[in-house]
């Protein structure tokens, strides 16, 4: 199966998967630093060594939400197929994930000339339901543009004007400004040295590692999840390879234009191992 690297392209710009929390080079790192007792429902999917891999959002009591390519990068579907649950650790406990529902324009990946109509999601059934933690809510308006969100991941660590540098697996926080809510969502790495620069004061970027982790915004009813994270396009300037330079794009998947699709999963009861079923055998 293709490497997810440069599976599609964004607007002609070539398009990474999401990589951990790079930060401005001049705020201190200590800010970032994120408890995961105060997101209790964001969950790492796979451990290699320290380096941790992949984020999901529990967002029902038996549903959590993840970039579909998520479930190729890691060992989730495969071991399913082997064990019948993939075990994950949410809020401090082990829960057991034992089907997989990926988006159905998640079949684009591989068709360049369609790739900006694919949807990069995927819907994660756990074998019981959790009375704990409480599930995140989607975000629901349409107004994302120009709001602040906070951005989460445990992947590649880095600053703006080095890019990623190292993976310490610590959980980290950073804030970003929607840039643009077509689609998808985009938020502009943007350099505090450089006249009318609009970086907000913890400005960051998701890393490697950091793909399927949650753009939230904060409302009156708490923390909402807007976007997913799927991918960076790499800053104009960075040479090949590097990735987390000022001027960098993170791309996420704008949950409110994908309600219907999770709701239907979720509140219709679908059968999800024949899902499971039918998307291997496109495979």
């Given at each position: 199966m293709p490497s997810r690297i440069l599976i599609f392209t964004l607007l002609l710009a070539s398009i990474t998967s999401a990589h951990a929390i790079v930060i401005r080079h001049d705020t201190g790192y200590a800010r970032y630093v994120a408890s995961e007792s105060m997101f209790p429902s964001v969950f790492w999917l796979e451990q290699r060594s320290n380096r941790k891999i992949c984020v999901a959002t529990l967002i029902d009591a038996q549903w959590a939400l993840t970039a579909a390519h998520c479930v190729e990068e890691t060992d989730l579907r495969a071991h399913i197929d082997r064990a019948g649950e993939y075990v994950v650790q949410i809020a401090g406990l082990m829960s057991g994930i034992d089907a997989v529902v990926m988006h159905p324009n998640y079949a684009l990946r591989y068709d360049q000339d369609h790739a900006n109509e694919e949807v990069d999601l995927a819907l994660l059934h756990l074998s019981e339901p959790l009375a704990m933690p409480v599930p995140m809510s989607?975000?629901?308006?349409?107004?994302?543009?120009?709001?602040?969100?906070?951005?989460?991941?445990?992947?590649?660590?880095?600053?703006?004007?080095?890019?990623?540098?190292?993976?310490?697996?610590?959980?980290?926080?950073?804030?970003?400004?929607?840039?643009?809510?077509?689609?998808?969502?985009?938020?502009?790495?943007?350099?505090?040295?450089?006249?009318?620069?609009?970086?907000?004061?913890?400005?960051?970027?998701?890393?490697?590692?950091?793909?399927?982790?949650?753009?939230?915004?904060?409302?009156?009813?708490?923390?909402?999840?807007?976007?997913?994270?799927?991918?960076e396009i790499a800053a104009a300037s960075a040479p090949a390879g590097v990735q987390g330079l000022y001027g960098a794009v993170a791309i996420y998947e704008r949950v409110s234009g994908h309600l219907d699709w999770i709701e239907s999963v979720i509140n219709a009861g679908v059968k999800v191992r024949d899902q499971l079923d039918n998307t291997h055998s496109e495979d």
């Open positions: 989607l975000y629901r308006e349409q107004d994302e543009l120009d709001r602040v969100a906070t951005l989460l991941g445990w992947g590649f660590f880095g600053v703006g004007t080095t890019g990623i540098q190292s993976d310490d697996g610590r959980f980290r926080k950073a804030n970003n400004r929607v840039t643009e809510a077509n689609g998808r969502l985009r938020f502009d790495f943007d350099d505090p040295r450089q006249p009318q620069s609009r970086a907000v004061e913890l400005e960051g970027l998701p890393g490697l590692g950091d793909s399927g982790g949650p753009a939230l915004l904060q409302t009156e009813d708490g923390w909402r999840i807007a976007g997913v994270a799927i991918g």
